[in-house]
Structures are given as C-alpha cells and as structure tokens.
C-alpha cells in the first residue's frame, strides 16, 4: 500500500511539474517554427523567458498590447497564455493556441529549463 501510494504521488507531483524532456519535443514540433531558444523569430527568443516581463525581449518587435500588458510570465501566466492568447491579451500578436493542459505542462518545464542560466 506504502509503495502504490509513493507511487501515485510521484505521478501527481510529475504531472504537475510536466517532464521537461517532453517539453522539449513538444516545443520543438508546436512552437519551432515561430519560435527559437535563443534567436527572435517570427516570435521573440524564450531562453529566460520564465520571470521576464512580456513585451521586453531586446531586439524584437512585439505589439502594443503584450507590451502594455504588464505580465511577468511564470508558469501560470505561460499557461493562460497558451491556452487561448488572444483572449488573456486581445490584440497579441500570437494566435496559436496549445489546448492540451499535459503538453502546455510539460513545455512549461522545458521553458523553466531553459530559463537558468547556462552553465559555463
């Protein structure tokens, strides 16, 4: 009983932390065709992304209304975002959207990932 429910944690807890391996996969097929790590795109770079203000990624052109926004992006926030971005901020420029809570999960985790800093 002591293991099935060890278990059953240990699945809650990495459901809710996303597996950041998969988000990596998924960022790559969903959102690399706009987006890179570390280059502007059509959308702006997202290393450290996770705690930066939206609209203040140097060298990238974003709308007047992310700018305005006055987010700092954090896991609940990029989810939000995710889920609909035009609605969480009218007049973004992006209008994908990522409907599947695992996969926004699990890109999450690659994002928070990939918001340390690299290792020298």
């Known amino acids: 009983m002591l293991v099935a429910g060890f278990s059953s944690s240990v699945a809650a807890q990495s459901s809710a932390t996303g597996d950041a391996a998969r988000g990596a996969q998924i960022y790559q097929a969903s959102c690399g065709s706009c987006h890179s790590i ?30 305005a926004s006055r987010i700092i992006w954090d896991a609940r926030t990029i989810d ?17 959207r990522l409907t599947d809570p695992a996969r926004r999960t699990d890109v999450i985790a690659y994002l928070r990932q990939q918001s340390r800093p690299v290792p020298k």
């Open 38 to 67: 570390n280059a502007n795109r059509v959308g702006p770079a997202h290393r450290g992304v996770v705690g930066r203000r939206a609209g203040t990624m140097a060298g990238y052109n974003y709308s007047a209304a992310l700018r």
């Open 80 to 96: 939000r975002f995710l889920q609909d971005p035009q609605k969480m901020i009218p007049g973004t420029k992006m209008g994908f």
